[in-house]
């Protein structure tokens, strides 16, 4: 009888061992890639369970299975807190890998944030118990980079007072949704500002619209609804000095978060 159990997960180019998950390379960049879920466990019931898990969170289509049973000694409840591990945070990680050994976990690829990074440990660490140890060897990826590059600090314009984009906005749009297209599943937050012209509660509003707008135009050119949040902060955090027409244009803003 083997003594280890281990599974390997690999996520959008994440995996998890002791089980594992993995995700293959998209065959475009609008294709979402399989999930590969591979590694050895005790039980069908066990082999069961990971998968109703891994389908609800990526979708039956996405995984592949490659899990085999055999006669293995694992940890008590090892199935129920692998299993319990397996929840959208995964989603993300991307690329990585978790990989459970016995009582081991070790989670490595990359996420948008630092925040993100310390959350997917945490999780990690809650699905398990105190006699699990977890290995948080996750990167701060580049995505959020390639965001910030590809809006290269340029302005998305809207029609004067209102949240009707202007032909040169949406220009620039087109260009944030080809690289946000080739993220996979990361989600990513659009927040509106404006400068301090006007009420404060007027500008909060415009601010939203804004983000609004901007969302609704991506989801049209075919990111999904889901993966986008929209804040609106009006005047409250500026870049520049609002006493310059310049200052004021750069204040009137979209950013792009991973989240």
Do not use: C
Not at 112 to 122: D, H, I, K, P
Not at 197 to 223: D, F
Request: hydrophobic residues 40%; aromatic residues 4%.
């Amino acid at each position: 009888m083997r003594l280890r159990s281990t599974l390997i997960v690999a996520l959008a180019a994440s995996s998890i061992s002791g089980a594992a998950f993995a995700q293959a390379p998209a065959s475009s960049a609008t294709t979402e890639r399989p999930v590969v879920i591979e590694g050895v466990v005790p039980d069908q019931a066990t082999k069961a369970r990971l998968l109703k898990n891994l389908r609800e969170v990526y979708g039956a289509d996405r995984v592949v299975d490659r899990i085999q049973v055999e006669s293995i000694a694992t940890p008590p409840n090892w199935g129920d807190y692998v299993a319990s591990m397996i929840t959208p945070g995964l989603k993300r990680v991307s690329p990585g890998k978790l990989e459970i050994n016995g009582q081991a976990v070790r989670v490595t690829g990359e996420v948008g944030n630092e925040a993100l990074r310390q959350q997917v440990a945490s999780d990690l660490s809650l699905a398990s118990n105190t006699s699990y140890t977890v290995t948080n060897a996750l990167k701060v990826g580049s995505q959020q980079k390639l965001l910030d590059q590809t809006l290269a600090n340029r302005i998305i314009e809207f029609q004067s007072g209102s949240a009707r984009l202007t032909p040169l906005g949406m220009s620039i749009l087109d260009e944030m949704v080809a690289k946000m297209a080739l993220m996979g599943d990361t989600s990513f937050v659009i927040i509106g500002h404006t400068d301090n012209v006007g009420q404060r509660e007027s500008n909060l509003t415009l601010s939203h619209a804004r983000a609004q707008a901007v969302k609704a135009y991506m989801v049209q050119k075919g990111i999904a609804g889901n993966h986008l949040d929209v804040l609106g902060k009006g005047p409250d955090e500026p870049v520049a000095d609002n006493t310059t027409n310049d200052g004021r244009a750069r204040n009137r803003r979209i950013e792009f978060k991973i989240q």
